[in-house]
């Protein structure tokens, strides 16, 4: 609430991050449905409750071993009938998941067996979205993870102005503007994934999107985030967006304590392009 007051407008859609037990949707989840927000679901290979990273495998879900709570949430996102996003694993290229939690088969098989048990609890009103990192180092990883056309309905990857924040140590001269950062994927997309078999015409979001503070320079902040709407004007495969509005180990990618790069967010977001036709509530 404070996030929609401070930019003036509602949210269109709400990315929401869960293992595979836990019950979806919670409160939270169907209050932003009730209030006509959009859910973004996606489900990790996790126990959250586990200290072990590697406690659930792709190979075990692929396997059926979690199908009852998987069941369960798929029943529960149908509940809703109202349209609901969902990514299973999510940035699985990462290098600190393919591997530990599996090979490239192991993934896709998972990816598909979750589809097959969202028909079967008749979860009509999902939308499939495979979810990617968007760095350089992370591409050729992609390209093994692609499950098939037929069980992707959106394309997704993440879009972040780091300038050096993961390394503890923020500078200007790193700076890459929303528009060059979002092109790394964008370009491998169209020239290597028809190659993996990919579609590379389906419809596309930016899952999460955010730039490093400058403390000495917040306009450039600011700016990173008003030339948005410019570059989905360019580029109209691209139907959403998701701003990652909070602290990533040693990244601060918050703008709402800033009043001056919330004054950037904000003219973003009160572009006639990025305000989305709002759906109505289910009846």
């Not at 939270?28 to 996606?42: M, S, W």
């Not at 998972?110 to 979810?131: C, E, F, P, S």
């Not at 503007?177 to 078999?197: C, Q, R, T």
Request: net charge neutral; charged share 20%.
């Amino acid at each position: 609430k404070d996030l929609e007051s401070a930019l003036g407008r509602t949210f269109d859609f709400v990315y929401r991050y869960h293992d595979v037990n836990q019950v979806i949707p919670d409160s939270a989840e169907g209050k932003l449905v009730a209030g006509g927000r959009i859910l973004h679901i996606a489900i990790a290979a996790r126990d959250f409750t586990s200290l072990d990273r590697a406690s659930v495998t792709w190979a075990q879900i692929a396997a059926g071993r979690f199908d009852a709570s998987l069941s369960r949430q798929a029943r529960g996102i149908a509940s809703l009938k109202a349209p609901v996003f969902v990514t299973f694993e999510q940035e699985a290229n990462q290098k600190q998941k393919l591997g530990v939690l599996g090979t490239a088969g192991d993934f896709k098989a998972a990816w598909r067996h979750l589809h097959d048990l969202y028909a079967k609890a008749g979860a009509t009103n999902v939308a499939w979205v495979w979810v990617m990192t968007g760095s350089q180092d992370n591409l050729s990883a992609a390209g093994t993870l692609w499950p098939g056309n037929d069980v992707v309905d959106w394309v997704s990857w993440n879009v972040y102005n780091q300038s050096g924040c993961a390394g503890g140590e923020i500078s200007a001269s790193k700076y890459v503007s929303f528009e060059n950062k979002m092109l790394i994927f964008y370009n491998w997309m169209h020239d290597h994934g028809p190659a993996v078999g990919m579609d590379a015409t389906k419809p596309i979001m930016i899952s999460e999107a955010g730039s490093a503070q400058y403390a000495d320079d917040p306009q450039r902040s600011a700016d990173w985030y008003a030339q948005i709407p410019a570059t989905l004007q360019k580029y109209p495969q691209i139907k959403a967006v998701a701003l990652w509005a909070s602290i990533d180990r040693t990244c601060d990618y918050r703008f709402q304590d800033n009043a001056v790069i919330a004054r950037g967010v904000a003219s973003a977001s009160s572009q006639p392009l990025v305000n989305a036709v709002r759906i109505p509530n289910p009846r």
